[in-house]
Nanobody, 128 residues
Framework: QVQLVESGGGSVQAGGSLRLSCAAS???????????MAWFRQAPGKEREGIAA????????HYSDSVKGRFTISQVSAKNTVYLQMDSLKPEDTAKYYC??????????????????WGQGTQVTVSS
């Protein structure tokens, strides 16, 4: 079992920045078999959208077109904390942001079926 806890959400004006954190906890075995971690977001009335993913055993990163060039996903070497640096925020970035963890290699790193564990989410609100 893996538990994921997100933090760092809040309210910001358009053009501002926020950094989200996701702390993973569980048995040492569970943490070590996490191969990918990702950030998803879901706005009211919309489907959950994968926006950034990172390989925990390498340097591969993946971004959706909607955030590429503005958001950066990173991790600490201990592989139990993932960050999402969000710059140049827009009102359309307003959503609840979720952290997710996958065992193995997800066929689509930005698609929900590939991820087994999810956090409870943190709200990000961007005002114009």
């Amino acid at each position: 079992q893996v538990q994921l806890v997100e933090s760092g959400g809040g309210s910001v004006q358009a053009g501002g920045s926020l950094r989200l954190s996701c702390a993973a906890s569980g048995t040492a075995y569970s943490i070590n078999v996490i191969n990918y971690m990702a950030w998803f977001r879901q706005a009211p009335g919309k489907e959950r959208e994968g926006i950034a993913a990172i390989s925990t055993y390498g340097t591969d990163t993946h971004y959706s077109d909607s955030v590429k060039g503005r958001f950066t996903i990173s991790q600490v070497s201990a592989k139990n904390t993932v960050y999402l640096q969000m710059d140049s925020l827009k009102p359309e970035d307003t959503a609840k942001y979720y952290c997710a963890a996958a065992f193995g290699y997800p066929p689509d790193t930005l698609s929900t079926p590939g991820y087994k564990y999810w956090g409870q989410g943190t709200q990000v609100t961007v005002s114009s």
